[in-house]
């Protein structure tokens, strides 16, 4: 009779350890009224963590569009440099051009094209 009472509770599983959690059986509410303010400091430091984390994150996606802005008025601004080389240069050519009286002008239409 012995062994059999025995065996009965062996077969008898404790509840899990998050179930006992919940239920207040592994941290009771006198854990927290002696130790409240090292409970408080670790609240605290868990929200600035996660705080700073947030604000690093939208930080970091700043900055990843401003570097893409960057570049792309870099661009614009090679592009233009470009531009006003290329008319500065024709200006001055058509200055020099002029100063010889070699009577050529600017071309403002296209070549006409023959056909075959």
Request: with cysteine; proline share 4%.
């Amino acid at each position: 009779m012995a062994s059999k009472k025995d065996n009965n509770t062996k077969s008898i599983k404790r509840p899990s350890f998050i179930v006992r959690l919940f239920r207040g059986q592994v941290i009771s509410s006198d854990f927290f009224a002696r130790h409240w303010l090292p409970v408080v400091i670790t609240i605290l430091v868990i929200m600035i963590y996660i705080t700073t984390k947030y604000t690093c994150q939208t930080n970091m996606e700043k900055i990843a569009s401003l570097e893409r802005k960057l570049e792309i008025v870099t661009n614009e601004k090679a592009r233009e440099r470009s531009a006003f080389m290329g008319r500065i240069r024709e200006t001055s050519m058509q200055h020099r051009v002029d100063s010889l009286h070699l009577n050529l002008k600017v071309q403002t239409q296209p070549p006409y094209k023959i056909p075959k």
